[in-house]
């Protein structure tokens, strides 16, 4: 069987890199990255420490996509070198190393691609996740705690920082809800595509008759705030219970009540943290948290988006986005893109990366679509 076409593959590469790099504007990175330089190198730079902050974390980030830009370009220079080099001997483990980086370029470069379709205003903000149970009783509370755990495996294994907020068990197994942050940059872009209703069918591992049980969860997402967001709570208009921080069962997480909850009475929107030790702590990290999600409410009804942008779900029949059957077959169908796989095993250790491409393309599609 003949190989790659190594030429040709190589040049449509190559292609796809220029054309990369014009919509990224890396000359205009590469300025901005000089300019927070010079910041950075400021001998008052900490004395305001939330502008320090950003300035260093956007200072990372462009650094972190100039430096995977650079290094995917030198992965297909190597690679025209490895694909000469194998023609030349006709060595079958060289032949058979360079289709195998081949594959694992084209990849990397269509993951790149796809990075360039995130040009909303919040795209390349951190994200805010909240899962809550549906309908299904105790099955959607399991069904909850397996979505949290995709999102976060997934982060692990892009090595991307998570942080959790709050979570609220279920009396029997599972958590009602959870809320967590997943500290990288476009990860709002990337996770916003997960917003919606997921539905889950099994044989029930609850139901003593091992009887099929239909469940649901809800997903949301939002955009961690920045610095020059302007967005004023009116700590009137908040209410604050404490209480103590409790795990699985009831167990104490701690023995001093420094669990905090807000509630914006305008909204209604109620949002928990529990992950610090301290009362203030957690206080300030709920309502980063609240911030984000009234931002997000905000910028929705000003541009008629709500659905979009903050994903108001009913965790029910008929609003469902992606179903992850387990019985009678198995498979993951993402119902708006049509992408699909056969192993949820796999999907649900955190192996999502298909699922966010293909919907990012698809948004990026109907907003197209939307526009002519």
């Given at each position: 069987m003949a190989g790659?076409?190594?030429?040709?593959?190589?040049?449509?590469?190559?292609?796809?890199?220029?054309?990369?790099?014009?919509?990224?504007?890396?000359?205009?990175?590469?300025?901005?990255?000089?300019?927070?330089?010079?910041?950075?190198?400021?001998?008052?730079?900490?004395?305001?420490?939330?502008?320090?902050?950003?300035?260093?974390?956007?200072?990372s980030s462009l650094q972190g996509q100039v430096e995977r830009f650079r290094a995917l370009q030198g992965r297909i220079e190597d690679l025209a070198v490895l694909a000469e080099l194998a023609a030349e001997e006709s060595d079958a483990d060289t032949l058979a190393e360079a289709e195998t980086e081949l594959g694992k370029v084209k990849k990397a470069v269509e993951g790149l691609e796809v990075r360039t379709l995130l040009s909303g205003e919040y795209d390349e903000r951190e994200a805010i996740v909240t899962i809550r149970s549906g309908a299904g009783g105790v099955d959607a509370a399991d069904f909850a705690e397996m979505l949290m755990r995709m999102y976060t495996r997934w982060a692990e294994r892009n090595k991307y920082p998570v942080e959790v907020y709050d979570i609220s068990y279920a009396e029997e197994a599972g958590i009602k809800s959870a809320e967590f942050a997943i500290h990288a940059p476009y990860a709002y872009g990337t996770l916003s595509v997960e917003v919606g209703t997921h539905r889950l069918v099994r044989i029930s591992p609850f139901d003593n008759q091992g009887r099929r049980q239909t469940s649901f969860a809800a997903v949301e997402v939002v955009p961690v705030l920045e610095q020059t967001d302007e967005i004023e709570v009116d700590e009137n208009e908040v209410r604050v219970d404490v209480f103590r921080s409790g795990g699985p069962g009831g167990q104490s997480v701690n023995t001093t009540d420094s669990a905090v909850r807000l509630t914006h009475i305008?909204?209604?929107?109620?949002?928990?943290?529990?992950?610090?030790?301290?009362?203030?702590?957690?206080k300030a990290s709920a309502m980063v948290v609240l911030k984000a999600k009234l931002l997000a409410l905000k910028k929705a009804e000003e541009a008629a988006l709500k659905k979009d942008l903050k994903g108001d779900v009913a965790a029910s029949w008929g609003d469902q986005m992606r179903n992850y059957v387990l019985n009678p077959y198995q498979i993951v169908k993402d119902l708006r893109t049509g992408y699909e796989t056969g192993n949820p095993q796999a999907t649900f250790d955190g192996e999502i990366d298909g699922f966010l491409e293909a919907g990012i393309r698809w948004r990026r599609g109907t907003e197209k679509a939307a526009d002519n």
């Open positions: 790659p076409d190594y030429d040709a593959e190589i040049k449509q590469l190559t292609a796809t890199m220029h054309t990369i790099e014009q919509v990224l504007d890396l000359p205009a990175m590469e300025q901005e990255i000089a300019d927070l330089g010079v910041q950075v190198a400021a001998p008052d730079l900490w004395d305001d420490q939330a502008n320090a902050t950003r300035v260093t974390g956007r200072l305008p909204t209604g929107i109620v949002v928990s943290c529990q992950n610090e030790k301290s009362q203030l702590q957690n």
